[in-house]
């Protein structure tokens, strides 16, 4: 069992940066991928980033690519991510995830979720 609990998020201008953090509670947090997703109001949830147990792998949407960076801290139990350049369209309730296996974009692999930061970009 894993418990995650986001922060970081709030309101910056187009161009601007945040960084959320993730921790997380419970056995085993180095044995777990872990990854971002983000949801608008009347949208589905979205993959952002993900990265491998150990750090030497990550994915990252499209949309995000070259402007969002994951990293992780398994000393301190914890996931970050760094979102620079951010644009209107990044606005979204922005989840934390683990999955027991590998890291993966699909939103169906992971086991535990947080209960997510609100991240607003002003245009």
């Known amino acids: 069992q894993v418990q995650l609990v986001e922060s970081g998020g709030g309101l910056v201008q187009a161009g601007g940066s945040l960084r959320l953090s993730c921790a997380a509670s419970?056995?085993?947090?180095?044995?777990?991928?872990m990854g971002w997703f983000r949801q608008a109001p009347g949208k589905e949830r979205e993959f952002v980033a993900s990265?491998?147990?150990?750090?030497?792998?990550?994915y990252y949407a499209d949309s995000v690519k070259g402007r969002f960076i994951i990293s992780r801290d398994n000393a301190k139990n914890s996931v970050y991510l760094q979102m620079n350049s951010l644009k209107p369209e990044d606005t979204a309730v922005y989840y934390c995830?683990?999955?027991?296996?590998?890291?993966?974009?699909?939103?169906?692999?992971?086991?535990?979720w947080g209960q997510g930061t609100q991240v607003t970009v002003s245009s």
């Open positions: 995830a683990a999955t027991y296996g590998i890291a993966t974009r699909n939103v169906g692999r992971y086991d535990y």
């Open positions: 419970g056995r085993a947090f180095s044995s777990y991928a």
């Open positions: 990265i491998s147990w150990r750090g030497e792998t990550t």
